[in-house]
């Protein structure tokens, strides 16, 4: 017979409280169904289903706490310093602008308003994609918003 788990063995393999486990069998679809009959008080489950469901929580977990999980290479990002931010900030800011609101920009980029705060100031480079829709609704090219101020 294989070895059967309680909710007390997923608890210390997980690394979390009898109480967490409770919650994933409850909330979490991939968490393995019981193996003993739903008459009985405790549920047991397979030790292969434990070790299963342990490396699936693992390839789905978050990065840093309230991060998503990196899932494109940093190299797809365009890094153009302060100097986009800047560009787009300014075309904004022109009276005739299509868009003169941070919150309408990045609901029009289908991005979160922090998110597009932090590429304005520099501080998260731009996807190409991102930029493209940008030069789009401002009616200008990819290359202005790139190109480094002339010093005159």
């Known amino acids: 017979m294989t070895d059967l788990v309680s909710y007390a063995d997923f ?7 009898i109480e967490s486990v409770r919650v994933y069998a409850v ?7 019981r193996v003993n009959p739903d008459t009985e008080r405790s549920p047991l489950f397979r030790a292969e289903q434990l070790e299963e469901y342990r490396r699936q929580k693992r390839d789905r977990s ?17 890094s153009t310093g302060r100097t986009a931010g800047d560009r787009i900030r300014e075309l904004m ?8 609101d941070v919150r309408a920009l990045a609901g029009l980029l289908h991005l979160e308003v922090p ?3 932090y590429r304005l100031r520099g501080q998260t480079r731009w996807k190409p994609a ?8 401002f009616r200008v090219s ?7 101020p002339a010093l005159v």
């Open 130 to 137: 991102e930029l493209k829709a940008v030069a789009r609704v």
């Open 93 to 100: 800011a022109a009276p005739d602008a299509p868009v003169s």
């Open 142 to 148: 990819v290359e202005s918003l790139t190109a480094e």
């Open 11 to 17: 608890a210390k393999a997980l690394n979390v409280s």
């Open 27 to 33: 909330r979490d679809a991939d968490f393995p169904r």
């Open 62 to 78: 978050r990065g840093r706490a309230g991060h998503p999980p990196r899932v494109q290479d940093a190299s797809e990002r365009v």
């Open 115 to 117: 998110a597009l705060r």
